[in-house]
């Protein structure tokens, strides 16, 4: 990334649409576990002048965000690594793989040395590798390659890096990323397995437009093909920021305070998984340095404040994980058969997501895709959007309904049924509801 300018007994079966979903809908639906493995961070390990040269603290953060998936470039083998920052020792990545975090490696030009350090790493901890990812933003850092320095150049790279990759029995079952800020094409073939966007929010909107047009750019409608999302998030206003004052990293770009910040994460990872991504990446774990001044925007994308202290975005993913694995846990309980929970009527900004449970139950996200901040030239505040009522209907009495707000803690609200009809208001960013039959 660089400057931005542009879970007691079984849940009822839920269905999210005006009539209760064919069981072959359900069947696609991920599964809890899926979903919490589509979940990644990124993280510059390679950086040692900041908070992520404390390696101990990073695992502790990821292990607080009940999140394994972690996007890092590759560690530098040679002498003087990344410049000016210097390069964290291998050592730092084995750690961390030691510690059950899988790494998505970015990989730099040199590809010979990009895929030697990559099995090096994988011989040392096997399975610590999730994806390798081409070449970041060669928009804003250009590649060199073959004595070009264009996108040209940049794409004859993924393409030999994507073939050295795919004959080395080491990567059989591991994916490729295509590069990003690579003009528009609708063939990735020979150069990447998935195809890979940067879709930040822009102005502070909701993220799911954003997300959807991050297909656009591969000629695709959301879902039609494989596709990754490797970074997207929101930088947060500092903490002393003038209330209600505009911080801009560019005509596109736009701080927010650190619960909007939230929203945003969590409204962009649940969009991910229901627009068909396959895995996304919140950019980035924690703020990599002070910043006195207040201006650095760049220092502020974190989920965690520069001493790890958690922002409300790593308390709600915290909250978010440990809901949903808390959920799945209750699935297997014996005590309760599944009953039909169907969405009857919803408005049309209503956003949601299914989960499968351990039982072929469900449970599941939603959220009201609706403006959460206002802004102009000279004024930016938060925006607080009324709830919106959706009513479900239920095939048989329930014993439990629990609705919780992540943003809020990880505890469930118990709300009560009106007969077979059951209203949940929901906000402008994701709940869950969970249900158990009697």
């Given at each position: 990334m660089t400057h931005k300018t542009l879970g007691r007994?079984?849940?009822?079966?839920?269905?999210?649409?005006?009539?209760?979903?064919?069981?072959s809908a359900?069947?696609?639906?991920?599964?809890?576990?899926?979903?919490i493995d589509m979940l990644g961070v990124n993280l510059h390990v390679n950086y040692t002048d900041g908070a992520y040269a404390r390696i101990g603290n990073v695992v502790?953060?990821?292990?607080?965000?009940?999140?394994?998936?972690?996007?890092?470039?590759?560690?530098?083998?040679?002498?003087?690594?990344?410049?000016?920052?210097?390069?964290?020792?291998?050592?730092?990545?084995?750690?961390?793989?030691?510690?059950g975090i899988r790494f998505t490696f970015i990989a730099y030009p040199d590809i010979d040395r990009a895929v030697g350090t990559a099995r090096s790493i994988l011989a040392a901890r096997p399975g610590s590798i999730a994806a390798i990812e081409g070449f970041n933003e060669i928009n804003n850092?250009?590649?060199?390659?073959?004595?070009?320095?264009?996108?040209?150049?940049?794409?004859?790279?993924?393409?030999a890096l994507y073939a050295a990759v795919r004959a080395d029995p080491a990567f059989r079952t591991i994916p490729v990323y295509d590069l990003t800020g690579a003009p528009p094409t609708t063939d990735i073939s020979g150069r990447a397995d998935l195809a890979n966007g940067h879709p930040y929010t822009q102005n502070a909107r909701q993220p799911g437009p954003s997300i959807a047009r991050g297909y656009t750019i591969y000629g695709a409608k959301p879902g039609a093909i494989p596709m990754v999302v490797t970074e997207f998030g929101n930088f947060s206003l500092p903490a002393d920021w003038p209330a209600g004052k505009p911080l801009w990293a560019g005509h596109t770009m736009l701080g927010v305070d650190e619960r909007t910040q939230a929203k945003i994460?969590?409204?962009?990872?649940?969009?991910?998984?229901?627009?068909?991504?396959?895995?996304?990446?919140?950019?980035?774990?924690?703020?990599?340095?002070?910043?006195?001044?207040?201006?650095?925007?760049?220092?502020h994308y974190g989920l965690f404040h520069f001493d790890f202290s958690p922002k409300p975005s790593a308390?709600?993913?915290?909250?978010?994980?440990t809901i949903i694995?808390?959920?799945?846990?209750?699935?297997?309980?014996?005590?309760?058969?599944?009953?039909?929970?169907?969405?009857?009527?919803?408005?049309?900004s209503i956003r949601s997501l299914t989960l499968r449970q351990p039982d072929a139950s469900v449970v599941f996200l939603l959220w009201n895709e609706v403006p959460f901040w206002t802004w102009s030239q000279s004024a930016s505040n938060p925006l607080t959007a009324?709830?919106?009522?959706?009513?479900?209907?239920?095939?048989?009495?329930?014993?439990?309904?629990?609705?919780?707000?992540?943003?809020?803690?990880p505890s469930p609200q118990s709300v009560q049924a009106n007969g077979r009809t059951l209203r949940i208001a929901v906000p402008d960013h994701v709940i869950i509801v969970a249900a158990s039959g009697s």
């Open positions: 007994s079984l849940p009822m079966i839920v269905a999210l649409v005006a009539a209760p979903v064919p069981a359900v069947d696609q639906a991920p599964t809890s576990a899926q979903f502790q953060a990821m292990r607080f965000l009940g999140i394994t998936h972690a996007r890092t470039a590759l560690p530098s083998l040679r002498d003087g690594g990344f410049g000016v920052r210097g390069s964290a020792p291998l050592a730092s990545y084995l750690y961390m793989a030691g510690a850092f250009p590649v060199t390659y073959g004595g070009m320095k264009s996108d040209a150049a940049a794409i004859l790279a993924q393409k994460i969590l409204n962009g990872f649940a969009e991910s998984a229901r627009l068909g991504v396959r895995r996304s990446y919140v950019y980035e774990l924690v703020d990599q340095k002070p910043d006195p001044t207040g201006r650095l925007t760049e220092m308390a709600a993913l915290h909250n978010l994980t694995s808390t959920e799945a846990n209750y699935a297997t309980h014996p005590s309760a058969s599944p009953a039909i929970l169907s969405l009857a009527s919803a408005a049309p009324p709830s919106i009522e959706v009513t479900f209907r239920l095939d048989r009495n329930p014993s439990s309904i629990r609705v919780y707000d992540p943003l809020n803690g």
